[in-house]
């Protein structure tokens, strides 16, 4: 079985060099085509931080296993690691936070076991990266969940949890105050935990969760959430078992799945042979398993934990009072103790079961859209414009142009109500959004909105709009604060 491998940035080719020593010395069953990704990549002038060549090498083969990789800064380019992501739509990350005995934390001197998954969705919110200035003052960023989306990565982890034999599956969301994005995402957590009534589910505010995370963090076990905050609880996760050396992650695509450590390329160590290679080792056994090399993974992973166990460490962890071992001498240590069992957190040795690797050739984009059951109708408009003029004033100009279909319900500042009520004390920027309403609530078209931006623009600079859209007599936009 061959694969795709990208060395890195930094430290990544030190630390992808000892992984790669240790998959041969246990005699994997696997070739490496090296593809050419990260900053270096950026310098040539290739704006996504790849090869054209190294897209067509992944995409042919299916798995990426990489190191980590830097983005420059202040040059306008995305990162190379979410464009992968995206590009190949590997809609669910999944990172996996254990108990390390030989890796000290709070939890393991209180010993309190922890075992936690964390699902992340990959692809939207506001990973999307959609930001606009729109006024010298106010930036905008939008924020998508889409119900395929939710579905396609919670539908992923409710079946990995199946497979795991999880007691619990939460999801973090903050439903409470995005009552529309996060409803949406919290909305399809619970459509589809009616289809595996033998798990737990259950749903936890993301606050909260955090809270109860570094004070119980064994009273949870699949956590899923959306991008960024999936982000953030994760990497609260890590710290949780030692810090982001010891945080493997999984990205996986119904396609293309790419493996990586979570944490970052440290130039400041880059080439000194003492950066901790235990994440990406780890996110290779992960991938090992998903290509279906278990008893490998499961021998390599007890080498580890036994090597962990004995106290041997690089110099980011463990005992000070036992010399730290160099990244190639770590390395070493798991290689001579293939065969060994940890006493604590063994992993079973299964029989290996590589699958015969299924090359997809794609003809065009999938497309994924749900059906529409409800009657979709134009209620209204948010227009949102440029002034520093004070709302009432805004008001009676936006008046005049309501003409004989809208009716003017509200304007709000940053999210707060000003009219038709509000407060003095309310600070204000120089954008507000103004909420026009059918008028005795007939439908609405998209010309008649085109019409009002028209007359509105007569009197102000228009920054953005959004129409007010109602399925099925259900309200599927937000009020103002206080409105």
């Known amino acids: 079985m061959k694969i795709a491998v990208a060395r890195g940035d930094g430290i990544g080719p030190e630390i992808m060099e000892a992984v790669l020593k240790i998959f041969q010395a246990n005699k994997l069953a696997l070739e490496y085509e090296f593809v050419e990704m990260g900053k270096w990549v950026f310098d040539k002038g290739f704006s996504d931080g790849m090869t054209p060549e190294s897209k067509i090498t992944i995409e042919t083969l299916g798995i990426l296993f990489k190191g980590p990789m830097e983005t420059p800064k202040g040059k306008g380019v995305k990162s190379v690691n979410v464009t992968a992501r995206k590009t190949w739509n590997t809609y669910a990350n999944k990172r996996v936070f254990q108990t390390l005995h030989g890796v000290d934390t709070v939890f393991s001197r209180a010993g309190i076991p922890i075992d936690l ?86 749903d936890v505010i993301v606050d909260d969760l955090c809270m109860k995370l570094v004070t119980k963090p064994n009273e949870f076990d699949v956590i899923v959430l959306t991008n960024l905050q999936g982000d953030i609880v ?89 010399p730290a071992s160099n990244t190639t001498e770590f390395a070493e240590a798991i ?7 940890p006493s604590r957190g063994a992993k079973p040795i299964l029989p290996n079961m590589p699958a015969t690797p299924t090359l997809f050739k794609l003809a065009k984009n999938p497309m994924m859209i749900s059906k529409e059951t409800e009657e979709e109708k134009i209620v209204g408009v948010d227009m949102f414009i440029e002034s520093e003029e004070q709302p009432e004033s805004i008001a009676k100009k936006c008046q005049r142009h309501a003409g004989v279909k809208f009716k003017l319900v509200s304007i709000s500042n940053r999210g707060t109500q000003v009219w038709p009520t509000g407060s003095v004390y309310t600070n204000l ?21 085109i019409g009002l931006y028209v007359s509105l623009s ?3 600079k228009i920054c953005s709009s959004e129409l007010l859209n109602m399925w099925g007599g259900k309200r599927a936009y937000s009020l103002a604060q206080g409105q």
């Open 429 to 449: 920027v120089n954008q507000y959004n103004v909420r026009f309403e059918s008028l005795d609530e007939d439908p609405l078209n998209q010309q008649d909105i």
């Open 335 to 341: 290689i001579s103790n293939f065969g060994k069992t």
């Open 117 to 202: 998954t964390v699902i992340r969705e990959n692809i939207e919110d506001t990973y999307g990266g959609i930001e606009h200035m729109l006024t010298h003052d106010v930036s905008l960023s939008r924020r998508f969940i889409t119900r395929p989306g939710s579905l396609q990565l919670i539908k992923y982890a409710f079946e990995m949890a199946k497979k795991k034999g999880t007691w619990r599956i939460t999801c973090g969301h903050k439903a409470n105050i995005m009552k529309i994005t996060d409803g949406l995402f919290l909305d399809c957590f619970y459509e589809v935990a009616k289809e595996y009534p033998e798990l737990h589910a259950d």
């Open 234 to 322: 994760s990497d609260l996760c890590a710290g949780l078992v030692g810090g982001l050396g010891f945080a493997p992650s999984a990205n996986i695509g119904d396609h293309i799945c790419i493996f990586e450590a979570v944490h970052g390329t440290a130039p400041d160590i880059a080439g000194k042979n003492i950066a901790n290679p235990t994440a990406l080792l780890l996110s290779g056994v992960a991938m090992l398993r998903h290509l279906g090399f278990m008893e490998n993974a499961a021998i390599i992973e007890n080498a580890l934990l036994y090597t962990l166990e004995s106290g041997v460490h690089t110099g980011d962890f463990g005992d000070k009072s036992i």
């Open 458 to 460: 007569g009197n102000f």
